[in-house]
């Protein structure tokens, strides 16, 4: 249900609509304002151009400057076939999934506090006294470790405010407006609410002629009941974004791509690059990320327990590997959940072009995350990922994690760290372990087989463009056969039919590396997979699912593995080796 809040802003408004000039007393009296309040709200409504309050030698008078309308909210009929509530700093929302007869696909109707129309306006003078009292540096604003403390101090700075504004408003209102003020003068205004929806992957403006559009995790693509009133406010919103990420857009720079300090990827163009209007798309950053445990759940499916183990392994014993897959088919997710799997003595470099891997607290100690840099509007202080990823070499890392290869330099620096011992991490392109092997060979990489020979295993993703799901459709290990050939082995293969995941051969790559560099036996290899096996089923049973949770797990194995190997056995509760 939608929250409607008055104040006395709107109470003494109104005593002014139609009445010309009116006696300080008569407003009060009626707005039910002592004389003293009366003059300090008036005050306040006149610096933000509402009214006009004349002080004489008797008695004051004040005047209605700027009448408003009531904004009248067109009601959306259809029927709900999904509705949920969550809260943000206070403000409370509803959203229902509509199903509309006129219109092809679900609307996604957001709810949350109506102000009377006066209280709208006043708030837009309260967020210009809130930006005077708090000053910032540029730095602090691009600072993601400062997020929290600047949130909170803006907060603090709202709440304050909206006491001093609403003395006779009710305190959980006073948080409410507070709340809102927040919103509107360090988040994204009215987008502030959709990016609390975690049910939401991608908010989408499309100019100001039409409304604002969301990608719902259950439901696809979906029209909201937001617009924005013009161009102008979507350009303010970008401009904002590009503040909070460093960046510029303007008529020369029509075009920015940035992420929020959350990590949430936005992209924004300008009239007339986007012939229909100023756009903005976010691609929001996982809040609660995927983990191995939810791989193997029976919710997600995307694989099975023995190929988890079978990674984990792969992980554990620094394993280059390469996730591969087509748009939106889940690579980053899966580098990010397997990623979790790294023993906490390693030194990690993670290289993105936007951050989005977030690897546990155990391994944060010695971890390095970088990201690139676009130019400066004098065309000044690129950083590209190449750039990152020559110099991450210098850093004596364990393990470097590239978010995507995209160019042949890139990919020629990332085999070049294979070669020289580095363990590698990396997504790129490909439908199949196939199709990648005659990327990576022929143009536009062209990688010499001596040095593909370095990578072990291909884990290659699959999204279902009807339902949505994704599998890993099949795990290949990199084999060098008879003159130098690159060959794949396919160790896993998912069987689309039956949505069930099958082994197709035994591995030979990597029981050979472990033979040979770990001195284990196949009998040792296999008993090992086996345990790891054990301790995902009992993580699954458990719903042991944070990333967190689990890597304090993984920090207890790899210190003790025995231990956490026969409290799986006995079923203990995982809390009992924390």
Not at 289 to 299: G, L
Not at 399 to 428: K, P, Q
Request: net charge negative; aromatic share 8%.
């Amino acid at each position: 249900m939608e929250l409607n809040i008055t104040t006395t802003a709107d109470s003494v408004c109104k005593a002014l609509v139609g009445k010309g000039i009116v006696p300080l007393q008569v407003v009060a009296r009626e707005a039910k304002l002592n004389e003293k309040d009366a003059i300090a709200l008036c005050s306040a409504l006149e610096e933000a151009g509402i009214v006009e309050l004349r002080k004489g030698l008797g008695s004051a008078t004040v005047e209605l400057k700027k009448p408003l309308k009531e904004m009248i909210v067109q009601k959306i009929e259809g029927k709900a076939i999904d509705k949920y509530e969550f809260e943000l700093h206070s403000v409370p929302a509803s959203v229902r999934i509509l199903d509309v007869k006129e219109d092809p696909l679900p609307i996604y109707e957001i709810k949350s506090v109506a102000l009377g129309p006066y209280t709208e306006e006043y708030m837009d003078y309260l967020q210009e006294v809130i930006a005077q009292r708090i000053a910032l540096e540029p730095s602090e604003i691009i600072d993601q470790r400062k997020v929290a403390v600047l949130e909170d101090r803006f907060y603090r700075a709202c709440l304050k405010l909206s006491a001093e504004s609403f003395p006779k408003l009710p305190e959980n209102y006073v948080k409410v407006i507070a709340g809102m003020l927040l919103h509107q003068v360090y988040g994204l205004g009215r987008m502030e609410m959709l990016m609390r929806d975690d049910m939401l992957e991608e908010i989408v403006i499309n100019g100001s002629y039409e409304p604002v559009v969301v990608y719902h995790k259950k439901y696809g693509w979906l029209k909201t009941n937001i617009m924005f009133k013009n161009e102008e406010e979507i350009y303010n919103l970008a401009t904002q974004i590009g503040r909070k990420a460093g960046k510029e857009i303007n008529v020369l720079n029509p075009i920015m791509d940035a992420h929020l300090p959350n990590g949430d990827r936005v992209n924004a163009t300008l009239f007339p690059i986007s012939m229909y209007g100023d756009t903005i798309t976010i691609r929001r950053f996982v809040r609660e990320p995927w983990t191995i445990v939810d791989f193997i759940d029976d919710n997600l499916h995307t694989m099975s327990t023995d190929m988890a183990a079978f990674l984990w392994q792969a992980m554990q014993y620094e394993m280059n590997m390469l996730i591969v897959g087509g748009t939106a088919s889940g690579k980053t997710s899966t580098l990010n959940t397997l990623c979790a799997l790294i023993p906490p003595s390693n030194r990690i470099i993670t290289i993105e072009d936007t951050r989005e891997l977030n690897l546990p607290q155990y391994l944060r100690y010695n971890w390095v995350p970088t990201v690139t840099r676009s130019a400066s509007s004098e065309g000044k202080g690129e950083i590209k990922m190449l750039d990152l990823m020559v110099t991450s070499l210098r850093m004596r890392p364990d393990r470097v994690i590239v978010g995507e290869v995209r160019r042949r330099e890139e990919a020629e620096v990332l085999f070049e760290a294979m070669h020289t011992g580095h363990a590698v991490y990396s997504t790129i392109h490909a439908d199949t372990g196939e199709q990648l092997m005659r990327r990576l060979i022929n143009p536009p990489f062209q990688i010499p087989n001596t040095e593909l020979e370095s990578l072990h295993l291909i884990v290659v993703m699959y999204r279902d463009r009807k339902t949505g799901k994704r599998r890993v459709y099949e795990i290949d290990e990199v084999t060098l056969g008879v003159g130098g050939e690159v060959n794949l082995n396919r160790v896993y293969r998912w069987r689309a039919r039956t949505d069930e995941f099958e082994k197709i051969n035994e591995s030979v790559r990597v029981f050979g590396e472990l033979s040979m560099h770990a001195g284990m036996s196949v009998e040792e290899i296999v008993e090992d997979i086996e345990d790891k096996a054990k301790v995902l089923e009992w993580m699954k049973k458990y719903n042991v699912k944070s990333v967190d949770k689990i890597g304090g797990i993984m920090a207890v194995f790899y210190k003790d593995p025995k231990r956490v190997v026969e409290a799986a056995e006995k079923g203990l509760k995982p809390e009992s080796i924390l």
